[in-house]
């Protein structure tokens, strides 16, 4: 099934769908040997081959996912220029989606490279609130 070529190399864990779309525009994504350079392309993970740096990329990885209940005060944010604690304080080296400073509660997120997967298996204690 064909989809968004960003969508495809976030899903591969690769990046998030902007920086992919920052990797089209700077012509480093090719399909089926044919450098893309236009947002908004459509491939089909099984079908095509896609390549990003000229490294072949793969949807099929096996999912894992974790639950953060994020204490308030938290950002969910790789960086946050602010020096406010961000959640990757509390779990390292995982993607993260945008959740408001002021929200607490579960939260579900699959780290996308198959590797922080492997080693993401620890257990610290939660912050004191």
Known sequence: MEERLQKIIAAAGICSRRAAEDLILAGKVQVNDRVVRK???????????????GRLITTEVEKVYLMLNKPAGYVTTLKDPEGRPIVTDLLREIGQAR??????????????DPDQRRRFCRTDPAPAL
């Not at 908004?40 to 081959?49: H, K, L, Q």
């Not at 607490?104 to 780290?111: D, E, K, N, S």
Request: net charge positive.
């Open 39 to 53: 947002l908004g392309t459509r491939a089909d993970p099984g079908r095509d081959e896609i390549r990003v740096d």
């Open 99 to 112: 959740l408001p400073r002021g929200a607490a509660g579960l939260r579900f997120r699959r780290p996308p």
